[in-house]
Protein backbone atom coordinates (compact mmCIF):
# COMPACT_ATOMS: atom_id res chain seq x y z
CA UNK A 1 0.00 0.00 0.00
CA UNK A 2 1.65 3.18 -0.89
CA UNK A 3 0.32 6.62 -0.37
CA UNK A 4 1.61 9.77 -2.76
CA UNK A 5 1.56 12.77 -0.99
CA UNK A 6 0.79 16.45 -1.89
CA UNK A 7 2.20 19.37 -0.34
CA UNK A 8 4.46 17.59 2.65
CA UNK A 9 7.80 19.19 3.54
CA UNK A 10 9.99 17.75 5.85
CA UNK A 11 11.40 21.05 7.77
CA UNK A 12 14.16 21.57 10.03
CA UNK A 13 15.19 18.50 11.94
CA UNK A 14 17.15 17.43 15.54
CA UNK A 15 19.09 15.01 16.63
CA UNK A 16 20.61 14.00 20.62
CA UNK A 17 22.57 11.56 20.39
CA UNK A 18 25.05 9.13 22.90
CA UNK A 19 28.51 8.70 23.30
CA UNK A 20 28.82 5.34 20.94
CA UNK A 21 27.21 7.71 17.83
CA UNK A 22 29.28 10.66 18.80
CA UNK A 23 32.45 8.52 18.19
CA UNK A 24 31.30 7.34 14.84
CA UNK A 25 32.10 9.59 11.50
CA UNK A 26 28.53 11.03 11.57
CA UNK A 27 29.65 12.40 15.48
CA UNK A 28 29.75 16.24 14.12
CA UNK A 29 26.64 16.54 12.55
CA UNK A 30 24.22 15.69 15.94
CA UNK A 31 22.49 19.10 17.62
CA UNK A 32 24.15 17.78 20.98
CA UNK A 33 25.64 14.99 21.99
CA UNK A 34 26.20 13.15 25.69
CA UNK A 35 29.49 11.49 26.52
CA UNK A 36 27.93 8.98 28.94
CA UNK A 37 24.85 7.05 28.67
CA UNK A 38 23.06 8.60 31.78
CA UNK A 39 22.73 12.02 30.09
CA UNK A 40 22.51 13.89 33.19
CA UNK A 41 19.86 11.53 34.21
CA UNK A 42 19.22 9.29 37.40
CA UNK A 43 18.75 6.01 35.15
CA UNK A 44 19.11 4.93 31.60
CA UNK A 45 15.11 5.22 31.23
CA UNK A 46 15.07 8.49 32.09
CA UNK A 47 18.00 9.32 30.21
CA UNK A 48 15.91 8.19 27.16
CA UNK A 49 13.17 10.38 27.84
CA UNK A 50 15.38 13.39 28.70
CA UNK A 51 16.99 12.73 25.29
CA UNK A 52 13.69 12.54 23.24
CA UNK A 53 12.31 15.73 25.14
CA UNK A 54 15.28 17.56 23.88
CA UNK A 55 15.50 16.13 20.41
CA UNK A 56 11.74 17.52 20.25
CA UNK A 57 11.86 20.93 21.71
CA UNK A 58 15.54 21.27 19.65
CA UNK A 59 13.42 20.69 16.91
CA UNK A 60 10.72 23.29 17.71
CA UNK A 61 13.36 25.52 18.04
CA UNK A 62 15.17 24.95 15.10
CA UNK A 63 11.65 25.71 13.10
CA UNK A 64 11.02 28.99 15.14
CA UNK A 65 8.14 27.09 16.74
CA UNK A 66 6.57 27.25 20.23
CA UNK A 67 4.87 23.82 21.05
CA UNK A 68 0.97 25.47 20.80
CA UNK A 69 2.00 25.62 16.83
CA UNK A 70 2.08 21.71 16.43
CA UNK A 71 -0.68 20.19 15.75
CA UNK A 72 0.38 16.52 16.78
CA UNK A 73 3.01 15.02 18.08
CA UNK A 74 3.58 11.09 16.83
CA UNK A 75 6.42 9.35 18.51
CA UNK A 76 7.23 5.74 19.23
CA UNK A 77 10.14 4.19 20.74
CA UNK A 78 11.39 0.46 22.34
CA UNK A 79 10.98 0.94 25.95
CA UNK A 80 7.28 -1.28 27.01
CA UNK A 81 4.47 0.59 26.33
CA UNK A 82 6.20 3.23 24.33
CA UNK A 83 7.16 5.53 27.64
CA UNK A 84 10.08 6.93 26.52
CA UNK A 85 7.34 8.65 24.32
CA UNK A 86 4.38 9.46 26.55
CA UNK A 87 6.95 10.88 29.49
CA UNK A 88 8.68 12.98 26.56
CA UNK A 89 5.59 14.13 25.09
CA UNK A 90 4.07 15.41 28.41
CA UNK A 91 5.31 18.96 28.96
CA UNK A 92 4.38 19.56 25.46
CA UNK A 93 1.13 19.64 26.37
CA UNK A 94 -0.12 18.55 22.46
CA UNK A 95 -2.20 16.39 21.38
CA UNK A 96 -0.18 12.65 20.55
CA UNK A 97 -0.43 9.43 19.01
CA UNK A 98 1.66 6.70 20.40
CA UNK A 99 2.84 4.42 17.28
CA UNK A 100 4.75 1.19 17.62
CA UNK A 101 6.65 -0.65 14.32
CA UNK A 102 10.48 -1.43 16.56
CA UNK A 103 13.37 0.48 14.50
CA UNK A 104 10.29 1.11 11.62
CA UNK A 105 9.06 3.42 14.28
CA UNK A 106 10.39 6.59 12.63
CA UNK A 107 8.73 5.91 9.16
CA UNK A 108 5.54 4.55 10.87
CA UNK A 109 5.45 8.15 12.03
CA UNK A 110 6.38 10.03 9.01
CA UNK A 111 4.28 8.37 6.56
CA UNK A 112 1.09 8.95 9.35
CA UNK A 113 2.21 12.80 10.09
CA UNK A 114 2.24 13.03 6.07
CA UNK A 115 -1.11 11.20 5.27
CA UNK A 116 -2.59 14.01 7.87
CA UNK A 117 -0.99 17.06 6.26
CA UNK A 118 -1.60 15.78 2.36
CA UNK A 119 -4.82 15.97 3.73
CA UNK A 120 -5.36 19.22 5.36
CA UNK A 121 -6.11 17.25 8.71
CA UNK A 122 -3.01 18.84 10.16
CA UNK A 123 -0.73 21.41 9.11
CA UNK A 124 2.15 20.50 11.40
CA UNK A 125 3.39 17.64 12.80
CA UNK A 126 6.10 16.80 15.01
CA UNK A 127 7.70 13.09 14.37
CA UNK A 128 10.04 12.11 16.69
CA UNK A 129 11.87 8.42 18.08
CA UNK A 130 14.42 7.49 20.68
CA UNK A 131 16.38 4.35 21.62
CA UNK A 132 18.91 3.87 24.16
CA UNK A 133 21.72 1.57 24.63
CA UNK A 134 21.35 0.56 28.24
CA UNK A 135 17.50 0.98 28.38
CA UNK A 136 17.18 -1.76 25.62
CA UNK A 137 19.43 -4.09 26.94
CA UNK A 138 18.31 -3.84 30.29
CA UNK A 139 14.87 -4.02 29.09
CA UNK A 140 15.10 -7.66 26.22
CA UNK A 141 18.48 -8.99 27.31
CA UNK A 142 18.56 -8.60 31.26
CA UNK A 143 20.58 -9.36 32.95
CA UNK A 144 23.13 -7.00 30.93
CA UNK A 145 25.51 -7.64 33.90
CA UNK A 146 25.99 -10.87 32.61
CA UNK A 147 28.32 -9.85 29.74
CA UNK A 148 28.29 -12.79 27.91
CA UNK A 149 29.92 -12.46 24.42
CA UNK A 150 27.84 -11.95 21.09
CA UNK A 151 28.15 -13.36 18.21
CA UNK A 152 29.07 -11.35 15.25
CA UNK A 153 25.91 -10.49 13.57
CA UNK A 154 24.25 -8.87 16.84
CA UNK A 155 23.51 -5.36 16.56
CA UNK A 156 23.81 -2.75 18.87
CA UNK A 157 21.25 -0.28 20.06
CA UNK A 158 21.77 3.10 19.29
CA UNK A 159 21.39 6.26 21.65
CA UNK A 160 19.53 9.31 20.72
CA UNK A 161 16.21 11.09 20.21
CA UNK A 162 15.30 11.98 17.01
CA UNK A 163 12.75 14.66 16.01
CA UNK A 164 11.35 16.10 12.66
CA UNK A 165 9.02 18.76 11.29
CA UNK A 166 6.29 17.93 8.83
CA UNK A 167 4.36 20.23 7.44
CA UNK A 168 3.27 22.12 4.33
CA UNK A 169 5.30 24.86 4.49
CA UNK A 170 7.81 24.16 1.47
CA UNK A 171 11.55 23.07 2.23
CA UNK A 172 14.59 21.86 0.47
CA UNK A 173 13.24 17.93 0.59
CA UNK A 174 9.51 16.68 -0.29
CA UNK A 175 7.92 13.96 1.16
CA UNK A 176 6.78 12.33 -1.82
CA UNK A 177 5.07 9.09 -1.28
CA UNK A 178 5.37 6.33 1.59
CA UNK A 179 4.95 2.37 1.52
CA UNK A 180 3.36 0.77 4.65
CA UNK A 181 4.59 -2.92 5.16
CA UNK A 182 3.21 -6.14 6.08
CA UNK A 183 4.12 -8.17 9.25
CA UNK A 184 6.71 -10.77 7.83
CA UNK A 185 7.64 -14.26 9.23
CA UNK A 186 10.72 -15.68 7.80
CA UNK A 187 10.64 -18.31 10.37
CA UNK A 188 14.21 -16.68 12.00
CA UNK A 189 14.17 -17.28 15.70
CA UNK A 190 17.46 -15.25 16.51
CA UNK A 191 17.17 -12.42 18.69
CA UNK A 192 21.11 -12.15 17.90
CA UNK A 193 21.11 -11.87 14.06
CA UNK A 194 18.39 -9.48 13.69
CA UNK A 195 19.89 -8.39 10.02
CA UNK A 196 18.18 -11.80 8.95
CA UNK A 197 15.05 -11.29 10.62
CA UNK A 198 14.78 -7.77 9.24
CA UNK A 199 15.84 -8.31 5.75
CA UNK A 200 12.54 -10.31 4.71
CA UNK A 201 10.54 -7.32 5.40
CA UNK A 202 13.39 -4.61 3.77
CA UNK A 203 12.93 -6.68 0.80
CA UNK A 204 8.90 -7.40 0.75
CA UNK A 205 8.62 -3.58 1.05
CA UNK A 206 11.28 -2.27 -1.33
CA UNK A 207 9.43 -4.42 -3.88
CA UNK A 208 6.55 -3.35 -3.15
CA UNK A 209 7.34 0.28 -3.36
CA UNK A 210 8.99 0.01 -6.45
CA UNK A 211 5.73 -2.38 -8.12
CA UNK A 212 2.92 0.75 -6.49
CA UNK A 213 5.00 3.27 -8.13
CA UNK A 214 6.59 1.74 -11.29
CA UNK A 215 9.66 2.65 -10.45
CA UNK A 216 12.95 1.20 -11.01
CA UNK A 217 15.52 0.59 -8.15
CA UNK A 218 18.05 3.04 -10.14
CA UNK A 219 15.34 5.89 -10.02
CA UNK A 220 17.01 6.54 -6.11
CA UNK A 221 19.78 8.05 -5.93
CA UNK A 222 19.63 5.92 -2.31
CA UNK A 223 17.65 3.06 -0.97
CA UNK A 224 18.79 3.12 2.75
CA UNK A 225 17.16 0.71 5.02
CA UNK A 226 17.09 0.93 8.83
CA UNK A 227 19.21 -1.17 10.23
CA UNK A 228 20.28 -4.73 9.05
CA UNK A 229 23.41 -4.36 9.75
CA UNK A 230 26.88 -6.22 7.94
CA UNK A 231 25.09 -9.37 7.40
CA UNK A 232 21.27 -8.35 7.07
CA UNK A 233 22.54 -6.21 4.22
CA UNK A 234 24.01 -9.18 2.37
CA UNK A 235 21.09 -10.90 3.18
CA UNK A 236 19.10 -8.10 1.34
CA UNK A 237 21.07 -7.74 -1.82
CA UNK A 238 21.21 -11.39 -2.34
CA UNK A 239 17.04 -11.58 -2.10
CA UNK A 240 16.50 -8.94 -4.04
CA UNK A 241 18.73 -10.17 -6.49
CA UNK A 242 17.54 -13.61 -6.60
CA UNK A 243 13.88 -13.40 -5.72
CA UNK A 244 12.70 -10.14 -7.42
CA UNK A 245 15.64 -9.66 -10.19
CA UNK A 246 16.33 -6.09 -8.30
CA UNK A 247 19.65 -5.05 -8.29
CA UNK A 248 20.98 -3.00 -5.36
CA UNK A 249 24.34 -3.11 -5.88
CA UNK A 250 24.91 0.59 -6.82
CA UNK A 251 22.59 2.65 -4.77
CA UNK A 252 22.19 0.90 -1.63
CA UNK A 253 23.25 1.25 1.87
CA UNK A 254 22.03 0.66 5.52
CA UNK A 255 21.85 3.28 8.14
CA UNK A 256 23.18 0.90 11.46
CA UNK A 257 26.42 0.42 9.05
CA UNK A 258 26.65 4.15 8.13
CA UNK A 259 26.34 5.40 11.81
CA UNK A 260 29.30 4.25 13.27
CA UNK A 261 32.98 3.04 12.06
CA UNK A 262 32.78 -0.66 12.43
CA UNK A 263 36.29 -1.41 11.95
CA UNK A 264 37.23 0.80 15.18
CA UNK A 265 34.01 0.48 17.12
CA UNK A 266 34.13 -3.11 17.51
CA UNK A 267 31.41 -3.31 20.15
CA UNK A 268 29.12 -2.40 17.69
CA UNK A 269 29.61 -5.28 15.80
CA UNK A 270 27.15 -5.76 12.81
CA UNK A 271 25.54 -2.56 13.18
CA UNK A 272 23.40 -0.22 15.20
CA UNK A 273 19.93 -0.46 15.98
CA UNK A 274 16.54 0.87 17.33
CA UNK A 275 14.60 3.22 16.13
CA UNK A 276 16.66 5.98 16.43
CA UNK A 277 19.35 5.00 14.57
CA UNK A 278 17.71 5.15 11.23
CA UNK A 279 16.45 8.57 12.24
CA UNK A 280 20.04 9.89 13.21
CA UNK A 281 21.34 8.94 10.08
CA UNK A 282 18.56 10.01 7.85
CA UNK A 283 18.23 13.69 9.86
CA UNK A 284 22.28 14.29 9.55
CA UNK A 285 24.25 12.45 6.63
CA UNK A 286 21.19 12.13 4.44
CA UNK A 287 19.28 15.03 4.95
CA UNK A 288 22.79 17.25 4.58
CA UNK A 289 23.20 15.70 1.09
CA UNK A 290 19.86 16.37 -0.20
CA UNK A 291 19.73 19.81 0.84
CA UNK A 292 22.81 20.11 -0.93
CA UNK A 293 21.88 18.18 -3.69
CA UNK A 294 24.10 15.84 -3.80
CA UNK A 295 21.30 12.66 -3.35
CA UNK A 296 18.07 14.10 -4.90
CA UNK A 297 16.15 10.99 -4.33
CA UNK A 298 15.91 8.75 -1.27
CA UNK A 299 14.05 5.79 -0.24
CA UNK A 300 14.14 5.64 3.31
CA UNK A 301 13.36 2.06 4.36
CA UNK A 302 12.93 1.55 8.40
CA UNK A 303 13.26 -2.00 9.44
CA UNK A 304 11.74 -3.22 12.70
CA UNK A 305 12.48 -6.51 14.48
CA UNK A 306 9.15 -6.90 16.32
CA UNK A 307 10.74 -8.88 19.70
CA UNK A 308 9.20 -10.17 22.02
CA UNK A 309 11.46 -11.93 24.91
CA UNK A 310 8.26 -14.07 26.24
CA UNK A 311 7.44 -14.75 22.58
CA UNK A 312 10.96 -15.86 22.15
CA UNK A 313 11.23 -17.87 25.12
CA UNK A 314 7.47 -19.67 23.97
CA UNK A 315 8.91 -20.88 20.79
CA UNK A 316 7.52 -18.27 18.43
CA UNK A 317 9.31 -16.81 15.35
CA UNK A 318 10.58 -12.81 15.85
CA UNK A 319 8.48 -11.12 13.14
CA UNK A 320 9.56 -8.12 11.12
CA UNK A 321 7.89 -5.36 9.10
CA UNK A 322 9.41 -2.26 7.03
CA UNK A 323 8.02 0.73 6.03
CA UNK A 324 9.40 3.18 3.35
CA UNK A 325 9.23 6.63 2.56
CA UNK A 326 10.53 8.21 -0.65
CA UNK A 327 12.06 12.07 0.07
CA UNK A 328 13.19 14.37 -3.33
CA UNK A 329 15.33 17.32 -2.53
CA UNK A 330 13.19 19.97 -4.60
CA UNK B 1 -7.70 18.61 17.90
CA UNK B 2 -10.96 17.24 16.44
CA UNK B 3 -10.82 16.11 12.82
CA UNK B 4 -14.59 15.58 10.73
CA UNK B 5 -14.48 12.97 9.14
CA UNK B 6 -16.08 12.68 4.94
CA UNK B 7 -17.75 9.15 4.17
CA UNK B 8 -16.48 7.16 6.66
CA UNK B 9 -18.70 4.12 8.06
CA UNK B 10 -18.25 1.86 10.56
CA UNK B 11 -19.37 -1.81 9.01
CA UNK B 12 -19.58 -5.02 10.91
CA UNK B 13 -17.55 -6.00 13.73
CA UNK B 14 -16.33 -8.66 16.06
CA UNK B 15 -15.84 -9.65 19.30
CA UNK B 16 -14.37 -12.07 21.23
CA UNK B 17 -14.64 -12.38 24.81
CA UNK B 18 -13.26 -14.41 27.67
CA UNK B 19 -15.37 -15.89 30.83
CA UNK B 20 -15.55 -13.21 32.77
CA UNK B 21 -16.90 -10.91 29.96
CA UNK B 22 -19.24 -14.50 29.08
CA UNK B 23 -20.88 -13.76 32.65
CA UNK B 24 -21.22 -10.23 32.55
CA UNK B 25 -25.03 -8.39 31.29
CA UNK B 26 -23.18 -8.46 27.52
CA UNK B 27 -22.41 -12.01 27.28
CA UNK B 28 -25.57 -13.01 24.83
CA UNK B 29 -23.88 -10.58 22.23
CA UNK B 30 -20.56 -11.56 21.64
CA UNK B 31 -19.62 -13.69 18.68
CA UNK B 32 -17.91 -16.02 20.37
CA UNK B 33 -16.64 -16.53 24.42
CA UNK B 34 -14.28 -18.84 25.81
CA UNK B 35 -14.94 -20.34 28.54
CA UNK B 36 -11.60 -20.00 30.54
CA UNK B 37 -8.67 -17.93 29.65
CA UNK B 38 -6.61 -20.64 28.03
CA UNK B 39 -8.84 -20.04 25.28
CA UNK B 40 -7.53 -23.75 23.93
CA UNK B 41 -4.28 -22.04 23.35
CA UNK B 42 -1.02 -23.00 25.14
CA UNK B 43 -0.15 -19.57 27.16
CA UNK B 44 -2.00 -16.55 28.21
CA UNK B 45 0.20 -14.92 25.32
CA UNK B 46 -0.99 -16.91 22.43
CA UNK B 47 -4.76 -17.10 24.07
CA UNK B 48 -4.36 -13.60 23.36
CA UNK B 49 -2.89 -14.07 19.79
CA UNK B 50 -5.45 -16.19 19.22
CA UNK B 51 -8.02 -14.00 20.33
CA UNK B 52 -7.53 -11.04 18.46
CA UNK B 53 -6.58 -13.04 15.48
CA UNK B 54 -10.17 -14.70 15.46
CA UNK B 55 -12.25 -11.41 16.26
CA UNK B 56 -9.74 -10.13 12.63
CA UNK B 57 -11.05 -13.07 10.89
CA UNK B 58 -14.72 -12.82 12.27
CA UNK B 59 -15.09 -9.02 10.79
CA UNK B 60 -13.65 -10.30 7.45
CA UNK B 61 -16.47 -12.68 7.30
CA UNK B 62 -19.26 -10.81 9.15
CA UNK B 63 -18.34 -8.18 6.02
CA UNK B 64 -18.14 -10.78 3.51
CA UNK B 65 -14.65 -9.97 2.56
CA UNK B 66 -11.10 -11.43 2.31
CA UNK B 67 -8.14 -10.37 3.74
CA UNK B 68 -6.49 -8.75 0.40
CA UNK B 69 -9.79 -6.43 0.45
CA UNK B 70 -8.53 -4.80 3.27
CA UNK B 71 -6.36 -1.69 2.32
CA UNK B 72 -4.65 -1.61 5.96
CA UNK B 73 -4.87 -2.76 9.30
CA UNK B 74 -3.91 -0.91 12.38
CA UNK B 75 -4.18 -2.93 15.93
CA UNK B 76 -3.00 -2.41 19.16
CA UNK B 77 -3.03 -4.04 23.24
CA UNK B 78 -0.95 -4.16 26.08
CA UNK B 79 1.37 -6.79 25.57
CA UNK B 80 5.33 -5.58 25.52
CA UNK B 81 5.93 -4.45 21.64
CA UNK B 82 1.86 -4.84 21.34
CA UNK B 83 3.00 -8.73 20.19
CA UNK B 84 -0.37 -9.60 20.60
CA UNK B 85 -1.38 -7.28 17.64
CA UNK B 86 1.89 -8.50 15.61
CA UNK B 87 1.23 -12.11 15.78
CA UNK B 88 -2.71 -11.52 15.23
CA UNK B 89 -2.03 -9.60 11.93
CA UNK B 90 0.72 -11.97 10.53
CA UNK B 91 -1.34 -14.34 8.57
CA UNK B 92 -3.53 -11.75 7.23
CA UNK B 93 -0.22 -10.51 5.27
CA UNK B 94 -1.81 -7.19 4.73
CA UNK B 95 -0.22 -3.69 5.55
CA UNK B 96 -0.27 -2.80 9.55
CA UNK B 97 0.18 -0.03 11.48
CA UNK B 98 1.37 -0.52 15.24
CA UNK B 99 -0.15 1.76 17.77
CA UNK B 100 -0.04 2.31 21.39
CA UNK B 101 -2.33 4.30 23.75
CA UNK B 102 -3.04 1.92 26.37
CA UNK B 103 -7.28 1.33 27.16
CA UNK B 104 -7.56 4.25 24.82
CA UNK B 105 -6.09 2.37 21.13
CA UNK B 106 -9.34 1.64 20.01
CA UNK B 107 -10.52 5.27 19.45
CA UNK B 108 -6.73 6.01 18.84
CA UNK B 109 -6.78 3.22 15.56
CA UNK B 110 -10.73 4.67 14.84
CA UNK B 111 -9.50 8.08 14.23
CA UNK B 112 -6.04 6.92 12.31
CA UNK B 113 -8.91 4.64 10.00
CA UNK B 114 -11.15 7.12 9.55
CA UNK B 115 -8.86 10.19 8.72
CA UNK B 116 -7.09 7.83 5.65
CA UNK B 117 -10.73 6.81 4.75
CA UNK B 118 -12.14 10.39 4.60
CA UNK B 119 -9.04 11.32 3.02
CA UNK B 120 -9.42 8.16 0.29
CA UNK B 121 -5.67 7.27 1.29
CA UNK B 122 -7.84 3.58 1.69
CA UNK B 123 -10.75 2.66 1.26
CA UNK B 124 -11.01 -0.46 3.55
CA UNK B 125 -9.75 -0.65 6.85
CA UNK B 126 -9.74 -3.28 9.69
CA UNK B 127 -9.22 -1.51 13.22
CA UNK B 128 -8.38 -4.11 15.71
CA UNK B 129 -7.47 -4.31 19.99
CA UNK B 130 -7.21 -7.33 22.36
CA UNK B 131 -6.59 -7.42 26.15
CA UNK B 132 -6.53 -10.52 28.49
CA UNK B 133 -6.39 -10.49 31.88
CA UNK B 134 -3.98 -13.17 32.76
CA UNK B 135 -1.33 -12.01 30.12
CA UNK B 136 -1.76 -8.60 31.57
CA UNK B 137 -1.46 -9.20 35.23
CA UNK B 138 1.47 -11.56 34.88
CA UNK B 139 2.86 -8.37 32.81
CA UNK B 140 2.27 -5.49 34.53
CA UNK B 141 2.14 -7.11 38.55
CA UNK B 142 4.37 -10.14 38.24
CA UNK B 143 4.01 -12.37 40.73
CA UNK B 144 -0.03 -13.06 39.73
CA UNK B 145 0.64 -15.92 41.87
CA UNK B 146 1.50 -13.71 44.86
CA UNK B 147 -2.63 -13.45 45.59
CA UNK B 148 -2.74 -10.36 47.69
CA UNK B 149 -6.41 -8.82 48.26
CA UNK B 150 -6.30 -5.39 46.07
CA UNK B 151 -8.19 -2.07 47.00
CA UNK B 152 -12.15 -1.23 45.61
CA UNK B 153 -10.75 0.85 43.39
CA UNK B 154 -8.29 -1.64 41.35
CA UNK B 155 -9.79 -2.52 38.13
CA UNK B 156 -9.60 -5.88 36.63
CA UNK B 157 -8.34 -6.22 32.60
CA UNK B 158 -10.89 -7.44 30.33
CA UNK B 159 -10.34 -10.33 27.93
CA UNK B 160 -11.14 -10.15 24.30
CA UNK B 161 -10.53 -9.65 20.81
CA UNK B 162 -12.45 -6.93 19.49
CA UNK B 163 -12.57 -5.95 15.19
CA UNK B 164 -14.19 -3.33 13.30
CA UNK B 165 -14.37 -2.54 9.56
CA UNK B 166 -14.69 1.09 8.66
CA UNK B 167 -14.90 1.50 5.06
CA UNK B 168 -16.43 4.10 2.74
CA UNK B 169 -19.42 1.73 2.39
CA UNK B 170 -22.50 3.45 3.93
CA UNK B 171 -23.99 1.63 6.80
CA UNK B 172 -25.97 2.65 9.71
CA UNK B 173 -23.44 4.29 11.64
CA UNK B 174 -21.47 7.20 10.62
CA UNK B 175 -18.19 7.85 12.15
CA UNK B 176 -18.67 11.59 12.37
CA UNK B 177 -15.18 13.16 14.04
CA UNK B 178 -12.05 11.87 15.97
CA UNK B 179 -10.39 14.13 18.82
CA UNK B 180 -6.84 12.88 19.65
CA UNK B 181 -6.06 13.10 23.41
CA UNK B 182 -2.71 15.13 25.07
CA UNK B 183 -1.30 13.25 27.61
CA UNK B 184 -2.26 13.98 31.53
CA UNK B 185 -0.27 14.26 34.15
CA UNK B 186 -2.42 14.78 37.48
CA UNK B 187 0.55 13.64 40.02
CA UNK B 188 -1.64 9.94 40.46
CA UNK B 189 1.16 7.52 41.45
CA UNK B 190 -1.72 4.77 42.36
CA UNK B 191 -1.14 1.80 39.33
CA UNK B 192 -4.61 -0.07 41.95
CA UNK B 193 -6.19 3.06 41.36
CA UNK B 194 -6.18 3.64 37.48
CA UNK B 195 -9.83 5.57 37.33
CA UNK B 196 -8.13 8.75 39.30
CA UNK B 197 -5.26 8.37 36.92
CA UNK B 198 -7.54 8.86 33.51
CA UNK B 199 -10.34 10.73 34.71
CA UNK B 200 -8.57 13.90 34.42
CA UNK B 201 -7.29 12.50 30.58
CA UNK B 202 -11.17 11.90 29.71
CA UNK B 203 -12.08 15.32 31.20
CA UNK B 204 -9.71 17.56 28.98
CA UNK B 205 -10.43 15.33 25.96
CA UNK B 206 -14.52 15.58 26.48
CA UNK B 207 -13.69 19.35 27.16
CA UNK B 208 -11.38 20.21 24.24
CA UNK B 209 -14.19 17.80 21.82
CA UNK B 210 -16.97 19.87 22.75
CA UNK B 211 -15.13 23.50 22.66
CA UNK B 212 -13.82 22.18 18.97
CA UNK B 213 -17.55 21.11 17.66
CA UNK B 214 -19.25 23.87 19.46
CA UNK B 215 -21.42 21.50 21.17
CA UNK B 216 -22.84 20.78 24.62
CA UNK B 217 -22.95 17.72 26.37
CA UNK B 218 -26.71 17.31 26.07
CA UNK B 219 -25.60 17.10 22.13
CA UNK B 220 -25.19 13.17 22.81
CA UNK B 221 -27.49 10.73 23.93
CA UNK B 222 -24.57 8.81 25.24
CA UNK B 223 -21.56 10.03 26.43
CA UNK B 224 -19.37 6.83 27.55
CA UNK B 225 -15.30 7.05 28.82
CA UNK B 226 -13.29 3.66 28.08
CA UNK B 227 -12.65 2.59 31.58
CA UNK B 228 -12.86 4.75 34.47
CA UNK B 229 -14.85 2.35 36.71
CA UNK B 230 -17.28 3.40 39.51
CA UNK B 231 -14.93 5.28 40.93
CA UNK B 232 -13.27 7.05 38.17
CA UNK B 233 -16.51 7.89 37.02
CA UNK B 234 -17.47 9.94 39.76
CA UNK B 235 -14.32 11.88 39.75
CA UNK B 236 -14.75 12.68 36.14
CA UNK B 237 -18.24 13.77 36.58
CA UNK B 238 -17.93 15.99 39.43
CA UNK B 239 -14.29 17.25 37.45
CA UNK B 240 -16.38 18.28 34.86
CA UNK B 241 -18.90 20.10 36.38
CA UNK B 242 -16.71 21.91 38.73
CA UNK B 243 -13.42 22.69 36.48
CA UNK B 244 -16.05 23.09 32.98
CA UNK B 245 -19.39 23.42 34.73
CA UNK B 246 -20.60 20.90 32.27
CA UNK B 247 -22.77 18.21 33.55
CA UNK B 248 -22.26 14.51 33.06
CA UNK B 249 -25.09 13.15 35.46
CA UNK B 250 -27.48 12.62 32.39
CA UNK B 251 -26.14 10.65 29.33
CA UNK B 252 -22.73 9.08 30.98
CA UNK B 253 -21.51 6.08 31.24
CA UNK B 254 -18.35 4.18 31.68
CA UNK B 255 -17.78 0.98 29.83
CA UNK B 256 -15.62 -0.84 32.51
CA UNK B 257 -19.07 -0.71 34.74
CA UNK B 258 -21.59 -1.50 31.71
CA UNK B 259 -19.42 -4.71 30.75
CA UNK B 260 -19.95 -6.39 33.94
CA UNK B 261 -22.28 -7.14 36.76
CA UNK B 262 -19.95 -5.36 39.75
CA UNK B 263 -22.63 -6.37 42.05
CA UNK B 264 -22.23 -10.61 41.07
CA UNK B 265 -19.47 -10.60 40.00
CA UNK B 266 -16.80 -9.49 42.60
CA UNK B 267 -13.81 -9.91 41.70
CA UNK B 268 -14.05 -7.61 38.88
CA UNK B 269 -13.86 -4.44 41.80
CA UNK B 270 -14.02 -1.23 40.61
CA UNK B 271 -14.56 -2.34 36.61
CA UNK B 272 -13.55 -3.53 33.01
CA UNK B 273 -10.15 -2.09 31.65
CA UNK B 274 -8.05 -3.35 29.02
CA UNK B 275 -8.39 -1.77 25.53
CA UNK B 276 -11.05 -4.40 24.50
CA UNK B 277 -13.14 -3.36 27.79
CA UNK B 278 -14.36 -0.05 25.57
CA UNK B 279 -14.24 -2.15 22.58
CA UNK B 280 -16.35 -5.21 23.88
CA UNK B 281 -19.21 -2.46 24.82
CA UNK B 282 -18.80 -0.58 21.86
CA UNK B 283 -19.19 -3.52 19.30
CA UNK B 284 -22.09 -4.87 21.17
CA UNK B 285 -24.23 -2.86 23.54
CA UNK B 286 -23.82 0.69 21.79
CA UNK B 287 -23.46 -0.67 18.49
CA UNK B 288 -26.37 -2.40 18.89
CA UNK B 289 -28.93 0.49 20.26
CA UNK B 290 -27.50 2.33 17.65
CA UNK B 291 -28.78 0.05 14.64
CA UNK B 292 -32.17 0.32 16.55
CA UNK B 293 -31.93 4.05 16.81
CA UNK B 294 -32.61 3.92 20.50
CA UNK B 295 -29.08 5.98 20.58
CA UNK B 296 -28.81 8.27 17.79
CA UNK B 297 -25.27 10.27 18.80
CA UNK B 298 -22.95 8.59 20.69
CA UNK B 299 -19.53 10.20 22.18
CA UNK B 300 -16.73 7.28 22.30
CA UNK B 301 -14.34 8.47 25.10
CA UNK B 302 -11.54 5.39 25.40
CA UNK B 303 -9.05 6.32 27.95
CA UNK B 304 -5.70 5.16 28.68
CA UNK B 305 -3.09 4.98 31.50
CA UNK B 306 0.07 4.85 30.06
CA UNK B 307 1.49 2.67 33.30
CA UNK B 308 4.95 1.01 32.57
CA UNK B 309 6.08 -0.38 36.00
CA UNK B 310 9.81 0.31 35.79
CA UNK B 311 8.85 4.19 35.55
CA UNK B 312 6.42 3.64 38.76
CA UNK B 313 9.73 2.03 40.49
CA UNK B 314 11.41 5.02 39.34
CA UNK B 315 9.19 7.34 40.99
CA UNK B 316 7.37 8.58 38.14
CA UNK B 317 3.84 9.98 38.16
CA UNK B 318 1.39 7.63 36.50
CA UNK B 319 0.31 9.71 32.81
CA UNK B 320 -2.69 9.52 31.10
CA UNK B 321 -4.33 10.02 27.45
CA UNK B 322 -7.90 9.74 26.04
CA UNK B 323 -8.76 10.07 22.42
CA UNK B 324 -12.79 10.52 21.61
CA UNK B 325 -15.01 9.45 18.56
CA UNK B 326 -18.34 10.29 17.69
CA UNK B 327 -20.67 8.30 16.22
CA UNK B 328 -24.20 9.04 14.23
CA UNK B 329 -26.84 6.50 13.45
CA UNK B 330 -27.90 7.51 9.87
Redesign the interface.
Known amino acids: ?1 T ?1 HFRNVYLNEVATIAGPYEKKGPLGKYFDECYTDLYCGA ?2 W ?2 AEVKILNESMKKALQKNKLKSDDI ?2 VIS ?1 D ?6 SS ?2 A ?2 DL ?10 CSTNV ?1 GLI ?1 GS ?2 I ?2 K ?2 DKCLCSVSSHNMSSEKQFRNPTEYGAPKPKTATFTSTGGASAVLSSAKSSIKVESGT ?4 I ?1 LAQTDPLDMGAVMAGAAADTIYTHLKDTGRDASYYDLIVTGDLGLYGKEILKDFMKSEYDVDLSKNYNDCGVILYDLKKQQEILAGGSGPVCSALVLYTYIVNEMKKKKLKRVLMVATGA ?3 P ?2 VF ?1 K ?1 NI ?1 S ?1 AHAVSLEAI
Open positions: MFKSEKDLGLLNQISSYVNNRPFFGIYGAEISLSSFIIGKVDLFNNFQELI
